[in-house]
């Protein structure tokens, strides 16, 4: 039990609609990063907010898009739908200049 | 694109027995981490190693780093069913960020 956790857990949605997930990040962690992952893939990073502000950005297109809170909440927001954007999206917390990472459970993002 | 390579992609073994996962990675780093992921969910942290270590143990697992080949392996000895899940190596780069590049993962699995 890391202390992330992640909303929803499942989420269905149709092609061309937009999506937000949501991330409570560990007490006392001021960074998130999210991830994506296909299935029988490694994750692959697609940003990074510390303190509220974009520190850092994968290769995703513009239609990925984020926030983060004062309380270090975070969303994850994709416009615009593809099939290919089914995956496993996980979020991620740390301590700002500490590498270690704590993950949530994931949300798993079906799109048809 | 995937930093680290994980090898081998499979790998299945009695309980017992002890199981030794290799990653090799493309560019120079802060810190590799190995992470476990029990059927596409959360990952969970097991280890970090510095840059400047080689040799690392935490419980049954045993991590060594080899900066001059670029490669990282993986022991976990006296495996149990319960150590069944996919690992994943994990590179940070220089500057010590928590963007995190994961290689394609080992999926091992510990027969009763």
């Known amino acids: 039990e890391t202390g992330v956790t992640q909303s929803p857990t499942h989420l269905i949605k149709t092609r061309g609609q937009q999506v937000t997930l949501r991330c409570s990040s560990q007490?006392?962690?001021?960074?998130v990063s999210w991830y994506q992952q296909a299935l029988g893939q490694g994750p692959q990073f697609i940003f990074q907010?510390?303190?509220?502000?974009?520190?850092g950005r994968g290769n995703f297109p513009p239609r990925f898009s984020g926030l983060q809170f004062p309380n270090y909440s975070s969303e994850l927001n994709v416009n615009a739908l593809e099939l290919d954007d089914s995956a496993l999206y996980l979020c991620a917390s740390s301590v700002g200049g500490r590498a270690e990472a704590f993950f949530g459970q994931g949300t798993r993002l079906t799109v048809v | 694109s995937q930093q680290g390579e994980e090898d081998p992609q499979a790998l299945s073994i009695q309980e017992g027995e002890n199981a030794t996962m290799n990653c090799s990675y493309k560019?120079?780093?802060?810190?590799l981490q190995w992470y476990r992921q029990n059927s596409g969910r959360g990952l969970v942290h097991l280890i970090l190693?510095?840059?400047?270590?080689r040799e690392k143990h935490s419980g049954r697992l045993r991590v060594t780093l080899d900066t001059s080949k670029k490669s990282s392996s993986l022991l976990i000895t006296a495996s149990r069913a319960a150590d069944t899940a996919s690992y994943f190596c994990a590179t940070a780069g220089l500057s010590g960020s928590e963007k995190l590049v994961f290689g394609k993962g080992t999926k091992l699995t510990v027969n009763p």
């Open positions: 560019t120079s780093i802060n810190n």
């Open positions: 907010y510390y303190r509220e502000e974009e520190n």
């Open positions: 190693i510095r840059s400047n270590e």
């Open positions: 007490s006392g962690h001021n960074t």
